[in-house]
């Protein structure tokens, strides 16, 4: 009966024990498996992240309407609306893009531009400004030498709009209204002439007509009277 009884104890100890070592395994095995799946989560969350394409930005740029030549002021590629603004990829702008055209104020075209071309700062230079640059369609440039008193040389300049009349011994002829002075030096000044303007100011002045210039305001100028208007002096 002793004997049985011992027995009887060792048993259910080894019993407790084995029990006791399969919670211990259970435990370690849940402890390891939160581990990886967190190991897992965050591998994954970090691959998330470092391949997500980041949202795609983009940029105002602007390009040429049309065909801009190349010596084109940009006084005529603003007024002839040779420009628009685009919004592209800003992987698609490419260097030197302009998004203000300001950029450009008072240079010219320095090379041919296509239609659909991104202007660029590199595209326009303040170098190569020619007469010519300013010309388009039926307009020519013509110098006519003139007086300070008579052409307010003392006072215009390249920009400058004036009115030209041509006086005689019979009165005054408004010859042109509105004309801009494309240069000026020491009395020697290019106007910008249509080509029948051309004629009237050869004819007036082998007529002996005086040529007299009127400046006109630099914005809001009004016309009273019409070219070809005559006054004639009172007898």
């Known amino acids: 009966m002793e004997a ?10 080894r019993s407790g024990q084995m029990s006791s070592s399969r919670r211990g395994s259970a435990l370690i ?25 980041s949202a ?12 801009i030549p190349a010596g084109t002021p940009e006084t005529q590629v603003i007024s002839g609306n040779l420009l628009k603004s685009e919004v592209v990829p800003s992987t698609q702008v490419i260097t030197g ?9 008072g240079e010219v075209a320095s090379a041919s531009i296509a239609a659909g071309q991104q202007i660029t700062a590199a595209d326009f230079s303040h170098t190569n400004v020619t007469i010519s640059s300013y010309l388009t ?14 052409g307010l040389t003392a006072y215009i300049g390249v920009g400058s709009t004036i009115d030209v009349v041509a006086t005689g011994k019979g009165g005054s002829l408004q010859l042109f209204n509105d ?57």
């Open 4 to 13: 049985h009884g011992r027995f009887g104890r060792t048993g259910t100890s």
């Open 29 to 53: 095995a849940l402890i390891a498996a939160l581990i990886a799946g967190g190991l897992i989560y965050l591998f994954v969350s970090h691959y998330n992240k470092t391949n997500t394409p």
């Open 56 to 67: 795609a930005t983009t940029a105002t740029v602007f390009v040429a309407k049309k065909y």
């Open 97 to 105: 893009a302009i998004s203000d055209p300001s950029v450009i104020t």
């Open 137 to 150: 369609g039926p307009y020519r440039a013509v110098v006519i030498q003139i007086d300070p008193v008579h």
């Open 179 to 235: 004309v801009t002075v494309l240069a000026n030096t020491a009395g020697d000044v290019v106007l910008k002439l249509t080509q029948a303007q051309v004629l009237a100011l050869t004819n007036a002045e082998q007529e002996g007509l005086t040529i007299w210039f009127a400046l006109r305001p630099l914005t809001g100028a009004t016309n009273q009277v019409p070219h070809n208007y005559v006054a004639k002096i009172a007898s």
